[in-house]
């Protein structure tokens, strides 16, 4: 009956059309009626302590760096250093969009703005060269997926904050799946870009390549900088994000000079209204989290998944199964913040790593960015490659499925995690 009157409420708010973090309050209200607790105080005292989180303050730092990067300069030339190198190839504006994936990732944390800022400059260039469309706009929604995977990602910091997990461990795990991605990406593009007949870019000599890179320097240097302070112990990922930030902001103003001081009020106010939606969420889900915990319902939930407690495979196997099933109607961020109070009891009880489950639990909310209805990759992408909801899954098929195989081989072999975060840790 609990469980009935929560997902009824919230997917009842939801159908009408409310915003999430309003139909989170709406099925938090209806479980407190329903236990007899009706108290307008706790509303208000959930809702600002989940939004007073000292981690939760890398969110908007790293929003803004990546708001900062884009309007830096920055993205243009981290794909001109990436095309010097692999624009001669076939297929070779594939390629770049799959690194610039990969570095973007690096940079922002955000699947969103990365398919924005890379499928506006690279979508033009390639159905320009002869590549199809949909293929096209499908593998960089594809590729869009890795920034929330590779650090830094502002669904870890989330899902971190809403577990307990140690972001920094998060962060660190997250790097080999992310490249696996990547390299799933490069391996089902080579296949499919063979028969194509597409233009190459001319060759690039060792000058171009050079100048290139020394030109992308700056960006190229950020993420190592996050990635050793953190595995160094130099600061904190909430610290990382005030790094990212003023990095970028110092690269845009006084080493690219393409930041402008009349553009940061817009920069500022754009990332300050993309952080209150976040951090709104955020704020909501406490509440649903709290009333959670007080009726019990992940109790509910180990009763029902308890004959699979004994069998860590079978239990992974089926709790990905439900959450791809959830991604398909919900966004990534709501569904972290409603399923993680949730499975993390059943977690604990079957004794397998959390720091692991998470980067499984991410990495399968991230797949469901590219899966209709909702979908909000596909949305950015098929707004910036100018196609519909249907063409881009024509063109999206196989880099999806390849993801989804990834994350199987995650599930069947955990040690692809594992063994390099206990590498990067000691």
């Not at 809702?47 to 989180?53: E, K, Q, T």
Request: charged share 10%.
């Amino acid at each position: 009956m609990t469980i009935t009157i929560f997902l009824g409420s919230l997917m009842g708010a939801m159908a009408l059309g409310m915003p999430i973090a309003f139909a989170l309050l709406i099925s938090g209200v209806a479980l407190m009626l329903l236990l007899g607790m009706f108290d307008s105080q706790i509303i208000a005292q959930n809702l600002f302590d989940g939004a007073n989180s000292f981690p939760l303050m890398a969110v908007p730092f790293f929003i803004l760096a990546g708001e900062l990067m884009n309007a830096g300069g920055i993205s243009n030339r981290i794909i001109n250093s990436a095309l010097s190198f692999v624009g001669h190839i076939r297929g070779g504006l594939g390629y770049v969009a799959i690194i610039g994936s990969v570095i973007f990732a690096g940079l922002s944390g955000s699947a969103l703005a990365d398919t924005a800022a890379l499928g506006a400059i690279l979508i033009p260039m390639m159905v320009k060269a002869g590549y199809d469309r949909n293929r096209s706009t499908g593998l960089i929604a594809a590729g869009g997926i890795i920034a929330p995977i590779i650090p830094p990602s502002i669904p870890l910091i989330i899902f971190g904050v809403t577990s307990g997990v140690s972001i920094t461990k998060l962060f660190l795990a997250g790097i080999v799946p992310g490249i696996l991605i990547a390299v799933g990406l490069v391996i089902t593009w080579t296949i499919i870009v063979r028969k194509d007949k597409v233009d190459v870019l001319p060759r690039s000599s060792f000058k171009e390549k050079w100048q290139a890179t020394k030109q992308a320097f700056w960006a190229l240097l950020l993420p190592l900088i996050i990635i050793g302070g953190l595995r160094g112990g130099v600061f904190t990922p909430t610290e990382a994000a005030v790094v990212a930030a003023f990095y970028a902001l110092f690269v845009g103003l006084v080493i690219y000079r393409e930041l402008k001081i009349e553009n940061l009020y817009h920069i500022l106010v754009t990332s300050a209204k993309t952080t209150s939606v976040v951090m709104f969420l955020v704020a909501a889900s406490m509440v649903s989290a709290w009333l959670i915990t007080v009726a019990d319902i992940p109790a509910l939930i180990t009763d029902l998944l308890g004959p699979f407690v004994e069998n860590k495979l079978v239990l992974l196997l089926l709790i990905n199964l439900l959450v791809l099933l959830v991604g398909t109607a919900m966004d990534l961020t709501p569904t972290i913040l409603i399923l993680t109070p949730v499975l993390m009891p059943i977690i604990e009880m079957a004794g397998i790593d959390p720091v692991y489950f998470g980067i499984l639990f991410v990495l399968n909310n991230c797949i469901g960015l590219l899966t209709p209805p909702v979908g909000a990759v596909l949305n950015v992408a098929c707004g910036v490659g100018k196609i519909e909801m249907e063409d881009i899954m024509k063109g999206i098929w196989p880099f999806l499925l390849v993801e989804v195989l990834i994350l199987l081989l995650l599930i069947l072999f955990p040690s692809l995690v594992t063994v390099p975060l206990q590498w990067m840790t000691s």
